[in-house]
């Protein structure tokens, strides 16, 4: 079984992002999206009960391949980096579009049985990239799985909940899944893990190298920021406590619900 495992390196959810130029500033404080290492941890263990490869594929600049390298560090078998100025600031289905190009690649060296990917990607949080990613492929879309398991005769099967509701859906290999932080508990990586990344291969290809894999012109900018501004912040509520403070949390809290 061949699995491709699609990441992204984005800035730290937890630092000082900003915009400058209607853009969000890159390569500053960047780690791999922690949304993709339940997609990874999914990958690896599908591969370690069933055998096969995973091979993950990211798209950015240069030091994107550190996430490539955290992906070979939790058991990945191969990275893939898409990297080329042409391609910078591309919007979601620009991305897709890339990557599909990137699992054609691969799946013509060898049958590429599943395209697993994060539900979303923290410095966007679109979801989007997902189904146009099975859109551009052509193959069946399991999205926000929360369990996940490969069955017999070449199925994926997914469980996933809405609305109350309980959904458990299958399709037939090659497929996309998009998993949710629900699904599993991502490994830390061991020493023994940091040291075998190492010797792990990191192929660089860039947009021309995928031409081969484009049937038709591909347009990576359909969509643009016209205007981007941080958030303001309302100032806050001192509430001194003389022994009914909760009772004037509560009181506030009612009264926030009801503005909004």
Request: some cysteine; hydrophobic content about 40%.
């Amino acid at each position: 079984m061949r699995i491709v495992v699609c990441v992204k390196h984005v800035p730290d959810a937890d630092g000082d992002r900003r915009i400058e130029e209607g853009r969000l500033v890159r390569g500053e404080d960047d780690v791999l999206n922690e949304l993709d290492e339940y997609a990874i941890e999914a990958a690896v263990s599908a591969v370690e009960a069933h055998g096969g490869e995973v091979v993950a594929v990211t798209m950015g600049p240069e030091d994107a391949e550190d996430a490539l390298t955290r992906a070979l560090q939790m058991g990945a078998d191969r990275g893939v980096l898409i990297t080329d100025e042409e391609l910078e600031a591309a919007d979601a289905l620009g991305t897709a579009a890339v990557l599909s190009r990137a699992v054609k690649m691969l799946d013509e060296e060898a049958p590429v049985d599943l395209v697993l990917t994060g539900m979303a990607s923290l410095d966007g949080m679109t979801s989007m990239v997902p189904p146009a990613l099975a859109a551009t492929l052509g193959w069946p879309l399991l999205d926000v799985a929360e369990q996940f398991a490969i069955g017999e005769g070449g199925q994926v099967e997914i469980t996933r909940h809405a609305d109350g509701y309980e959904d458990t859906l299958s399709a037939d290999f090659p497929a996309v899944v998009s998993v949710t932080d629900v699904i599993n508990e991502p490994r830390y990586p061991t020493f023994k893990d940091l040291r075998a990344a190492r010797s792990k291969p990191i192929d660089e290809v860039s947009w021309e190298d995928l031409s081969k894999w484009v049937e038709r012109p591909v347009n990576l900018h359909r969509t643009r920021v016209v205007e981007a501004a941080p958030k303001e912040r309302a100032a806050g509520v001192i509430i001194q406590d003389s022994g009914d403070g909760g009772e004037r949390l509560a009181q506030y809290l009612f009264e926030q619900g009801s503005e909004g």
